[in-house]
């Protein structure tokens, strides 16, 4: 008897829990259609407080990485502007002129006035700004009309889009995906120009500082991009690595020379910004101790590929 009467109290419970799950899931379906037929009357519900508190930290995170940002430039620029004033360090070739013997190449920059292009806009990534290493500094000497906005003041970022804004003729030298190769401008190889650029801007920095500036620049705005061949086209300025010659790796210098020579430049200017660069090179070697010289084109990213034409040595 004890045995039967276990066992009934064993199927009366697994009745009674049998009857509790059904019931939850019937609850359950019922509430989803409800909750379903108000969104259908009602429209999409607005998110809980949770998801409002969420969104408000990720917004806040944005906030204040721009606001780092831009104090990281300030400290940056003022660092530089100091080091300038008390001529330590050159206000054109940024070398240094803390040593006794000085390596500043000035004298080896000529201005020119190219002809393929009316103006120049060099758009650098502030942390670029007073480098030894930097390539794209021997444009703002060397190529007249070359104008300088630093990534991270808001004034040189105002005022380039502002400048986009009015000029519907310019053009960004960045390998995005939907970027048009420069060759379609000229008739043939080195020919005659199809269609003149007045304004070619140009992103200076590493990769990924260059991928975050392109994203400040409206899409309207065309992208232009070398190939692979137009790149190593200038592999006589210096001799270059196998590796490098594989990849078209090539600092921010080269491939605006690059770009000029594409456009059909004359051979003059072509060969007196290389001579400029060369001096870039040289007077870099110098500075540096032996095992830091080694002038690997767009070492620094490291990702391998020809977009990395917008990266100093």
């Known amino acids: 008897?004890?045995?039967?009467?276990?066992?009934?109290?064993?199927?009366?419970?697994?009745g009674i829990f049998a009857v509790a799950a059904m019931t939850n899931v019937a609850y359950f379906c019922l509430r989803h259609r409800l909750s379903s037929d108000d969104r259908s009357l009602h429209g999409p519900t607005l998110p809980d407080d949770t998801q409002r508190q969420k969104h408000a930290i990720v917004g806040s995170r944005q906030v204040d990485w721009a606001q780092r940002q831009r104090r990281n430039a300030s400290l940056h620029l003022d660092h530089h502007d100091s080091l300038v004033s008390r001529r330590l360090r050159c206000d054109k070739c940024w070398m240094s002129l803390a040593t006794s013997t000085s390596n500043c190449f000035c004298d080896a920059l000529r201005p020119i006035t190219t002809s393929t292009v009316s103006r120049i806009h060099l758009f650098m990534h502030f942390k670029e700004v007073g480098r030894s290493s930097n390539s794209a500094k021997i444009l703002l000497q060397s190529c007249i009309g070359t104008e300088?906005?630093?990534?991270?003041?808001?004034d040189d970022e105002r005022r380039l889009l502002e400048f986009l804004a009015n000029n519907s003729d310019s053009v960004v030298l960045f390998p995005s995906a939907n970027a048009s190769n420069l060759s379609d401008f000229v008739d043939g190889e080195y020919g005659t120009m199809k269609r003149k650029i007045r304004n070619l801007v140009v992103l200076d920095g590493t990769w990924s500082q260059v991928r975050m500036?392109?994203?400040?620049?409206?899409?309207?705005?065309?992208?232009?991009?070398?190939?692979?061949?137009?790149?190593?086209?200038?592999?006589?300025?210096?001799?270059l690595s196998t590796e490098q010659q594989k990849t078209g790796r090539a600092s921010t210098a080269e491939a605006v020379i690059g770009v000029l020579q594409v456009l059909g430049e004359e051979q003059a200017n072509i060969d007196q910004l290389s001579y400029s660069f060369n001096q870039a090179?040289?007077?870099?070697?110098?500075?540096?101790?032996?095992?830091?010289?080694?002038?690997?084109?767009?070492?620094?990213?490291?990702?391998?590929?020809?977009?990395?034409i917008n990266n100093n040595f």
């Open 213 to 239: 500036m392109n994203r400040r620049i409206p899409s309207s705005v065309l992208r232009v991009k070398l190939t692979v061949k137009e790149i190593m086209g200038r592999a006589e300025m210096r001799k």
């Open 281 to 308: 090179v040289k007077a870099y070697a110098q500075q540096k101790p032996k095992h830091k010289t080694e002038m690997t084109v767009g070492k620094r990213n490291g990702t391998g590929d020809p977009r990395n």
């Open 148 to 154: 300088l906005y630093v990534y991270g003041r808001c």
């Open 1 to 14: 008897m004890e045995v039967i009467r276990s066992w009934s109290n064993r199927r009366q419970g697994i």
